[in-house]
């Protein structure tokens, strides 16, 4: 069995700082994890996926995951936040199945 | 590449009527995936495809739902008869590996039964 929690429905932030989303998983499986970005009225997009190489995962427009399997964690990051980060994004986990986060809405403020 | 190309982007029905969403997948993608996704559940699963034949339909609510895949260019997801509470907006995604991904999504049909 697997699960994703994301520790933040909504997260803050003001434009040039950084971003930090919060992901925790378990899973029986060596899993594989993604983080994808859900822009207004629109699909989800993939950010960027793990799948047991480097536990430093680097994806579109500047973010990054790092994959800690001691805390079970995957948390997104980037260093400066653009107007145009503002979005939904969830992680996901994949196991033996696909299974989403709730989804962390974060907002960028000028 | 157009993408994952669904349609119509918004559908307006009574309840009690017959619904159909189609999708386009990406030419080349093996997998085909029915979401739905309310701010109550989340994202869920309804129903995958791999080569045009129905793998999974565990996550089809009811019987009122029915999906089918002619060819490996266009999938239609049918609700017959309707309900308000299969409000949501659906989405279809294709893949070339499965789940592993990536997915590809399409924009979208927002339902509403009234």
């Known amino acids: 069995a697997q699960s994703v929690t994301q520790l933040d429905s909504h997260v803050s932030v003001s434009e040039g700082t950084p971003v930090l989303l919060r992901c925790n998983y378990s899973?029986?499986?060596?899993?594989?994890l993604f983080w994808y970005v859900q822009h207004p009225n629109k699909g989800l997009q993939l950010l960027l996926k793990y799948t047991s190489a480097a536990t430093l995962v680097k994806g579109i427009n500047g973010f990054e995951a790092e994959f800690k399997k001691s805390e079970t964690s995957f948390h997104l990051t980037k260093p400066s936040a653009h107007m145009s980060d503002a979005a939904e994004y969830f992680c996901?986990?994949?196991?033996?199945?696909?299974?989403f986060g709730a989804g962390t809405i974060l907002r960028v403020k000028s | 590449d157009a993408g994952v190309i669904q349609s119509p982007r918004h559908e307006v029905t009574e309840m009690g009527q017959e619904v159909t969403l189609r999708c386009k997948p990406i030419s080349g993608h093996d997998y085909l995936f029915w979401y739905r996704q309310t701010m109550m559940r989340g994202l869920e699963l309804l129903i995958y495809?791999?080569?045009?034949?129905?793998?999974?339909d565990s996550g089809m609510p009811e019987d009122r739902f029915s999906a089918k895949m002619p060819n490996a260019s266009f999938s239609t997801l049918k609700i017959q008869p309707s309900e308000p509470r299969d409000s949501a907006v659906y989405f279809c995604a294709s893949s070339q590996t499965g789940f592993q991904g990536p997915l590809h999504f399409g924009n979208g049909t927002r339902l509403t039964v009234t």
């Open positions: 495809f791999n080569n045009n034949v129905p793998i999974d």
């Open positions: 899973s029986s499986y060596s899993p594989s």
């Open positions: 996901v986990v994949y196991g033996n199945k696909l299974v």
